[in-house]
């Protein structure tokens, strides 16, 4: 009989271990774009607050030089319904990016999701070879567990 209690409460540990631990997995999309790669990571904090991290990975095979705003991918969160203005000032930040280099400029945000909220819209915007890039991104939240 303990046995059986033993192998009850280990089964139960055990289950219960691996839903926590999906449970903080972040969730990762991505977009493409020509020699460019939009990566946005959510990881869930609480149940309605998410920190969102941007990258951007140059897949190109020459080393390139390019221009980008601030932020480099702004990100907001909308109802689905219409699609809010991302703001962008373009301050002119520049660098060289060489294969597979992941540029991630800036901070990580926290947000608050509300109610109204379905959907995160990011777009990245930047200039390389004097041509303007713009890739969006966008993620419905119903995907991230």
């Known amino acids: 009989m303990k046995f059986f209690i033993f192998i009850y409460c280990f089964l139960l540990l055990i289950t219960g271990c691996q839903s ?3 449970e903080n997995k972040p969730f990762e999309k991505e977009m493409s774009s020509d020699l460019f790669t939009l990566l946005v990571k959510i990881e869930k904090i609480e149940k309605s607050k998410i920190n969102v991290h941007t990258e951007l990975v140059y897949t190109g095979d020459q080393s390139v030089k390019f221009v980008h705003s601030d932020p480099l991918v702004g990100v907001v969160l909308g109802d689905g319904l219409t699609r809010p203005e991302i703001v962008n000032s373009f301050v002119g930040i520049s ?12 901070k990580d945000r926290v947000f608050e999701i509300q109610p109204v909220d379905k959907i995160i819209y990011t777009e990245a915007f930047l200039t390389s070879n004097d041509e303007k890039k713009v890739i969006d991104l966008e993620i419905n939240l119903d995907e991230i567990k």
């Open 20 to 22: 926590q631990s999906k």
């Open 95 to 106: 660098g060289t990016l060489v294969k597979n280099q992941v540029h991630s400029y800036d």
